[in-house]
């Protein structure tokens, strides 16, 4: 079979896909930290990634027959300026003209490493790769069961679907590429043609980066959404946006390959109106149908509809207690700030709303205290690399500035948006990603950016100043930093709680880890603390207050009123 630049790419296109297919060209390689940044405003980039401790900036152009000029030199240079790379790379599915080469040796004089990957350099490229990615990696020994019930369950002769729940940070998308991998060496007639669907595109290239590292180099892949449409009928694995994949069936009333396995990620959102189209044409799950594999990491739905009866058996089910518990994610220091409670409304309040008892309850933002907290949080650990939750936009420039003012450390904000009529570009996104990944910014200041689909790199301290009503959203937060790594002991996580039912959810937490037989580490991960320090006092009077700490995490802005104890029975001293 052809690798994955073959002539038929490099002839054919789409140029969507050349990019795509430099981009694993480098992550099957030796290079780290390989990012997609090429999209409208990317100001002459396509991809970044990092050799030796050096940024690499790579423009890419795809020409049906005319050798690329001198003309795009000055762009990939305008690039490496913005994006703060120290090499560029001009990249090209056909020649470089004479005059690029000379001028590749003049910047070469000036101290400037222009490479120039042409079509015949990709291919010696690629020619030298291993068969198998050098990213490729062993599985954890908590990672091993799953993937062996994936592969027992795709290739008997009984199960139809199946469901693999493992909490953020422990590995799942690892999980099924690798069982995947496994079925189709050990059982090629098994599953020829799989798709993987998603549903946004910024999760379906990231699935596709994600797999890259368990596929040999002679295994094709193609991207299928709003964007672009790859060769969907003959590549091995299609990754797709679950709307295109609809107004296809709608027209066709059948997909345009034989896939024997159907792979939903956040599966959550399978119960949604779309997803139940798909699993109608398809009979997908059923013995008419393909194999339909579903992970997530949070499988609770807003509107309670149980996932559970869509994929008939639970392959796996490591929630963030239980990874937690097993040392299977990172260890957890769970700071619960509680200056800003407003005690006498609280020692005046019987039964309210969440949403009435939050407006009187906390005290307004307190940017000043969060800040001189989380410097000296700061202090505590080696090589800190922090995300602060922000409420919105307006909010993260304050964090920002205010951290960048005393220059403890360096912020930046990021987000997705508007603000002051000025959006952030994609280059100052992936610049600030690459920034934080590099350890050239220590702080991010983010505002609903991080909870599916972003690749960020590990961090060790986590500050919420913003309360997420959403059980799920939370969860995919918190994980940010759950993360194992080399070097890590802990993540600490700063809580500037303005949410009664983030209490609630801190107190359970606290309660299910104390239960659990096999967490022998650091027992309780959440304490109470206010700018004194420990505050156990206020730990030990929220726990009785909060009595039925599940139902009060869960309920809405205007649940019906909230029954508490009587507080004259609670000694808060």
Known sequence: MPDFINQKLLKDGPWQALERSIARLMQHGNFSDV????????????????????????????????????????????????????????????????????????????????????????????????????????????????????????????????????????????????????????????????????????????????????????????????????????????????????AWLEKYNELPADYKLIVIDEAHHSASGYYKKLIEYTKAGTPEGPYLLGLTATPWRMDNQDINQIFENQLCSIDLIEGMGNGYLSNVDYRMHTDNINWDVLMATKDITPKALNKTLFIEEWNDAVIDVLQKTMSEINNPR??????????????????????????????????????????????????????????????????????????????????????????????RGLRLSEGKDKVIVLDFVSDIRRFAAGIEMATELDSSPVYLKLGSPVKFMNKSGDDPNTGKFLTAWLSDAAKIQDANDNDPVLKFPPLELLDKT
């Not at 000025?422 to 280059?427: A, D, E, S």
């Not at 610049?431 to 505002?447: E, K, M, N, P």
């Not at 590990?458 to 937060?477: A, W």
Request: some cysteine; overall charge positive.
């Open 35 to 246: 990012r997609l940044v090429g999209r409208t405003g990317d100001e002459g980039a396509d991809i970044l990634g990092t050799l030796n401790g050096k940024r690499w900036v790579v423009q890419v152009k795809y020409h049906s027959r005319v050798s690329v000029g001198i003309d795009v030199v000055d762009e990939v240079m305008n690039a490496m300026k913005l994006y703060h790379a120290d090499v560029p790379v001009l990249a090209t599915n056909t020649l470089f003209t004479d005059e690029v080469t000379k001028h590749k040796q003049k910047l070469l004089l000036s101290g400037i490493n222009l490479q120039l990957w042409d079509k015949y350099t990709l291919q010696r490229q690629i020619n030298i790769l291993p068969d198998v990615s050098t990213k490729i990696k062993q599985p954890r020994e908590y990672q091993k069961n799953p993937i062996n019930n994936i592969v027992d369950s795709v290739t008997g002769d009984n199960d139809k679907s199946g469901l693999v729940v493992m909490a953020t940070g422990l590995g799942k998308t690892f999980v099924a590429s690798e069982a995947v991998r496994r079925i189709k060496t050990d059982y090629p007639s098994k599953i020829d043609k799989v798709l993987v669907l998603a549903h946004t595109n910024e999760l379906v290239y990231q699935l596709e980066r994600s797999f890259w590292p368990t596929m040999k180099k002679n295994t094709s892949s193609a991207i299928w959404n709003g964007i672009e449409k790859g060769d969907i009928i003959n590549s091995e694995y299609t990754f797709a946006c679950i709307n295109s994949v609809i």
């Open 386 to 479: 922090v995300i602060v939750f922000c409420s919105n936009i307006s909010h993260a420039h304050t964090v920002r500035d205010k951290i960048n003012s005393r220059r403890f450390a360096k912020a930046a904000a990021i987000y997705s948006g508007v603000f002051n009529r000025n959006k952030m570009t994609p280059v100052d996104r992936s610049t600030t990603l690459c920034d934080f990944s590099d350890g050239r910014i220590q702080v991010i200041c983010a505002v609903d950016i991080f909870n599916e689909g972003i690749d960020v790199p590990d961090v060790n301290i986590l500050v919420f100043q913003r309360v997420t009503h959403s059980r799920r959203i939370f969860v995919q937060q918190l994980g």
